[in-house]
């Protein structure tokens, strides 16, 4: 089939299954193009909470399938490409976290939503990358253990001086392997473009950035913003994104190599097998982690409002 055809009977067999695809922006157009919902972490655990339907499909990756699932435990829900995974998330376990908890006694746990269903019943709240400074102005504690991003636990922890934070030395490959010198030579190759990037980049790239959000955040600042020309500092698919929402801008990546394999691996074909019933995985979490991975994100989406 073409991708025409494979798009035409997803449709049709989401519709007649009652299945809802929930989409992470990273994936590509003719993915977007059939899903139900696409956004940010954030967004798509706002829109799980909410979505009326028997089975609900992610693309996108491991960590992402449970949050839906936790928050929607009497929905099937199917991880498209069970492959996908995300090695920031798995640079983690709870022993490790029960650990920090030990060396530092009460303090509060941060998580960021790239974590374990496991990793996040150990924590007190999650946080995205678009709600970390708003959920940490709204939290009393004036201890933090922030896990695992070290460079959004940096970008935070510059924002409360007044509180201890301890930072977990987790970071994603893709993001943190971006250089400043990288990014100094595209600003010189480019010196009009506003440079936006995701706090998932080194401390010394945000430093440059004229703009720094989740990945919806960049692109609603790239969108609304009166510049003709933007250098993305996320992952490459919203380049491709951009330059298609708004044909009249330029986008430039900051560089090439910025490409999450985990999020690209999903494809047409892998959805239309999780909707036969014959590929992806239903995702399942024992229900004494569900029910206190469950208060972690709750208190996200209620602190972070
Ligand atoms: P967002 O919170 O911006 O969606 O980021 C998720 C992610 O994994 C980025 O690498
Ligand atoms: Fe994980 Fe980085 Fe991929 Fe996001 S871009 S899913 S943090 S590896």
New binding site residues.
């Given amino acids: 089939m073409n991708t025409r055809e494979l798009q035409k009977e997803i449709l049709r067999l989401k519709s007649e299954r009652n299945c809802f695809i929930l989409a ?3 994936q590509s157009d003719d993915i977007l193009e059939v899903s139900d919902f696409t ?4 967004a ?1 655990s706002a829109a799980a909470k909410k979505i009326d339907c028997e089975t609900a499909i992610l693309c996108g ?1 491991r960590f992402m399938a449970e949050t839906v699932k936790i928050l929607s435990p009497e929905k099937h829900v199917v991880l498209a490409n069970p492959g996908a995974g ?1 090695p ?1 998330a798995d640079s983690i376990d709870a022993e490790k976290v029960r650990e920090l908890k030990r060396m530092h006694p009460g303090y509060a746990v941060v998580a960021y ?2 974590t374990t269903a496991e990793v996040k019943a150990e924590c007190d709240v999650c946080v ?3 709600s970390a400074v708003r959920i940490m102005e709204n939290l009393d504690s004036e201890g933090i253990i922030f896990i695992p991003d070290r460079n959004l636990g940096r970008y935070v922890k510059n924002r409360f001086r007044d509180k201890d934070i301890i930072l977990y030395d987790g970071s ?1 490959p ?2 943190a392997n971006i250089s400043a010198d990288t990014a100094r030579s595209v600003m010189k190759l480019h010196p009009e473009a506003r440079f936006l990037v ?1 706090p ?1 980049c080194g401390e010394d790239v945000v430093g440059l950035a004229h703009f720094v959000g ?4 960049i692109m609603d600042e790239a969108v609304s913003g009166s510049a003709g020309e933007y250098i993305i500092g ?2 490459i698919s919203i380049v491709q994104h951009l330059c298609r929402a708004c044909p009249g801008k330029k986008f430039y990546p900051v560089s090439n190599d910025l490409v ?1 394999g985990d ?1 690209r691996i999903t494809s047409l074909g892998d959805i239309l097998d999780a909707l036969n019933g014959t590929g992806g995985e239903e995702i399942t979490v024992p229900p004494v982690i569900l029910k206190k991975a469950r208060r972690s994100i709750d208190r996200m989406i209620e602190l972070g409002r």
């Fill in positions: 992470h922006s990273y956004g940010d972490s954030f798509l990756v995300c920031m939503i790239n995205t990358s678009s994603c893709r993001h995701h998932e989740s990945t919806k955040e996320t992952e999450c999020m």
